[in-house]
């Protein structure tokens, strides 16, 4: 098969383009041919995606949007694969060129502000749709910035995004709550699809033993937390940092908190774990920055339990089953598409997102790790789990997907058959499981 990719930059900018650089290696692997069509050489200090010698690369800013699309047709794709452009022209291209499918990681067309979350009076997960009714929201629940210009601005650009999305012969997402986000947009249920995601391989340790960390609660050596990611008001970090108290009361044990990541809210946060540290002797709070590859893999090996605190909902949250191909459980809260791969009970604790509350929070951590047993049994259970999200089972489906979305572009299948069935639930008489079956 041709399959050509599309995206906004040929870098490894961050997670889409990492998932990417996995589907496009798979892809080859497989002995498809692959081309990659992008907007930008840009960000230059990030490494750009790995592409075979033979695959051809078009780049719109270097040779222009018109020779970028006849490049495109003269290369005759049997299917386009297009993610987060920011050229809405070359949509059009694309759409003009061969049958083609939009990923959508993100709140793409269905929010103002891109975000899908109020910031006052607390922040809180919206679940409105998007129309006109967002202008006056905006400044009241400070959906974005301060300025009306800017707001139009986003307005229209996400309208005319939401505008583009009704094109598309289909469209793929990889949870359950960001199809429903496009279903109540209107889209065309038959041609909104669910895969099972995927995430980056990790060189997998070997099962928890019973020496696995945890041990008796009154031990000395301090539970082991891990946050990571960027570092802003809606990732939830102030709400940990509350948290930490209560659980170090409850499990009367000490606590290391590390914080990977950078961001706005890092001076912040900072401040406020440097005043939890002074007047709890109990509690450890260290900021090491980004981490890379190496380094993030060695935090995760130490980490008794990963912490995605976000407020916001969360389109999928990628860093919770990569924790787990490290045997590290997860606590958060219930929110967006987190429940896609965190099971209550089986590999980590839910806590409640209506509204989050530190005490929620700090619950589930307990839950998780007041009783070893308990633990030994998640940290199994989220190697298990993660392992279903991998890039053999996810290629896997898309390349179905590619074929219906061909022969009915072609005419030779009925649109109405596929009735938007859940990628996920199609293949699992291909033996390609949904991740959330059998994870008990």
């Known amino acids: 098969m041709r399959i050509a990719v599309a995206n906004w930059s040929c ?33 230059v200090d ?16 270097a040779i222009g949007l018109v020779a970028a699309g006849a ?8 299917i386009i694969y297009a993610h987060k452009l920011e050229n809405h022209a070359l949509h059009d291209e694309i759409l003009a060129a061969a049958p083609a499918l939009l990923f959508i990681h993100d709140y793409y067309g269905t929010c103002i502000s891109g975000l899908k979350a109020f910031r006052f009076p607390a922040v809180a997960p919206c679940d409105r749709r998007f129309g006109w009714q967002c202008l ?3 400044f009241p629940q400070r959906c974005g910035g301060r300025s009306p210009l800017t707001m139009w601005k986003l307005f229209r650009l996400q309208s005319q995004r939401l505008e583009v999305l009704g094109r598309y012969p289909a469209l793929l997402t990889h949870s359950d709550h960001m199809r429903a986000e496009l279903l109540k947009h209107g889209l065309d249920p038959g041609k909104v699809h669910k895969s099972t995601y995927l995430v980056e391989p990790l060189q997998v340790p070997a099962a928890p033993g019973p020496d696995s960390g945890l041990g008796d609660p009154v031990q000395n050596r301090p539970l082991r937390l891990l946050f990571v990611g960027r ?41 406020r774990a440097m005043r939890l540290e002074a007047s709890n002797c109990h509690l450890k709070v260290e900021f090491p920055g980004w981490l890379d590859g190496t380094s993030l893999r060695d935090a995760l090996t130490l980490a008794d339990l990963l912490v995605v605190p976000s407020l916001w909902p969360e389109p999928f949250g990628r860093v919770g089953p990569e924790a787990g191909l490290r045997s590290v459980p997860v606590v958060a ?86 009735g938007g069935q859940d990628c996920g639930r199609n293949h699992a008489a291909a033996g390609i499981p949904d991740p959330r079956r059998n994870a008990t």
């Open 231 to 271: 570092m802003d008001r809606l990732k939830g970090g102030a709400i940990l940092l509350k948290a930490l108290p209560q659980v170090a009361q409850q499990l009367q044990r000490p606590v290391l908190m590390t914080f990977a990541g950078d961001g706005p809210e890092r001076s912040r946060w900072k401040r």
């Open 136 to 138: 006056a929201r905006y």
């Open 333 to 418: 809260f219930d929110v967006g598409g987190i429940s896609e791969w965190l099971i209550d009970g089986v590999n980590g604790r839910l806590a409640s997102g209506h509204p989050p509350a530190a005490a929620g929070l700090a619950r589930a951590i307990v839950e998780c790790v007041s009783d070893p047993m308990v633990h030994a049994r998640l940290r199994h259970g989220a190697l298990e789990v993660a392992r279903r999200f991998n890039v053999a089972n996810h290629v896997g489906q898309l390349l179905q997907l590619f074929e219906q979305v061909g022969r009915q572009s072609a005419g030779d299948l009925d649109g109405g058959r596929s």
């Open 46 to 61: 990030r490494g750009r995606i790995a592409l075979t010698s033979a695959s051809p690369r078009w780049c719109v800013d």
């Open 71 to 78: 490049a495109l047709r003269e290369w005759r794709p049997d």
């Open 11 to 43: 870098r490894k900018v961050g997670g889409t383009e990492g998932y990417l650089e996995e589907v496009i290696g798979e892809l080859s692997s497989l002995g498809h041919q692959v081309a990659f069509l992008y907007e930008c050489d840009r960000p």
